[in-house]
Protein backbone atom coordinates (compact mmCIF):
# COMPACT_ATOMS: atom_id res chain seq x y z
CA UNK A 1 0.00 0.00 0.00
CA UNK A 2 1.55 3.21 -1.66
CA UNK A 3 -0.35 5.95 -0.03
CA UNK A 4 1.22 8.86 -1.61
CA UNK A 5 -1.47 11.72 -0.46
CA UNK A 6 -2.98 12.24 2.66
CA UNK A 7 -6.48 12.51 4.14
CA UNK A 8 -7.63 16.43 3.05
CA UNK A 9 -5.17 16.95 0.58
CA UNK A 10 -5.97 18.48 -3.07
CA UNK A 11 -5.32 15.73 -6.44
CA UNK A 12 -5.92 16.45 -9.81
CA UNK A 13 -7.31 13.54 -12.23
CA UNK A 14 -4.86 12.76 -15.03
CA UNK A 15 -8.05 11.83 -17.25
CA UNK A 16 -10.11 14.92 -17.12
CA UNK A 17 -8.25 17.64 -14.81
CA UNK A 18 -10.47 17.79 -11.96
CA UNK A 19 -9.76 19.09 -8.66
CA UNK A 20 -10.67 16.67 -5.89
CA UNK A 21 -10.19 16.30 -2.38
CA UNK A 22 -8.81 12.95 -1.43
CA UNK A 23 -11.31 11.50 1.45
CA UNK A 24 -9.87 7.69 2.52
CA UNK A 25 -8.29 4.83 0.92
CA UNK A 26 -10.04 2.10 0.60
CA UNK A 27 -7.29 -0.73 -0.96
CA UNK A 28 -3.73 -0.35 -1.72
CA UNK A 29 -3.82 1.50 -4.48
CA UNK A 30 -7.85 2.77 -4.71
CA UNK A 31 -8.76 6.00 -3.45
CA UNK A 32 -12.09 7.47 -2.35
CA UNK A 33 -12.20 11.00 -3.48
CA UNK A 34 -14.97 14.26 -4.04
CA UNK A 35 -15.21 16.94 -6.23
CA UNK A 36 -17.98 19.93 -7.03
CA UNK A 37 -20.17 18.80 -9.78
CA UNK A 38 -20.63 22.28 -11.70
CA UNK A 39 -23.42 21.42 -13.62
CA UNK A 40 -25.50 19.46 -11.30
CA UNK A 41 -24.45 22.23 -8.42
CA UNK A 42 -23.95 18.92 -5.70
CA UNK A 43 -20.94 17.37 -4.36
CA UNK A 44 -20.00 13.77 -5.74
CA UNK A 45 -18.01 11.26 -4.26
CA UNK A 46 -16.00 8.05 -6.54
CA UNK A 47 -13.61 5.73 -5.89
CA UNK A 48 -10.78 6.27 -8.51
CA UNK A 49 -7.49 4.33 -8.96
CA UNK A 50 -3.88 6.20 -7.08
CA UNK A 51 -1.84 6.20 -10.54
CA UNK A 52 -4.87 8.20 -12.20
CA UNK A 53 -4.21 10.89 -9.26
CA UNK A 54 -1.57 13.62 -9.50
CA UNK A 55 -0.78 16.85 -6.37
CA UNK A 56 -3.14 19.54 -7.32
CA UNK A 57 -0.94 22.88 -8.07
Known amino acids: ?3 LFKKGERVRSK ?3 KVMEVLKYLKSNLV ?3 WFDLQ ?3 VRTNKIKEDKL ?3 A
Open 15 to 17: IDG
Open 32 to 34: EVR
Open 1 to 3: MRK
Open 54 to 56: SKA
Open 40 to 42: AKE
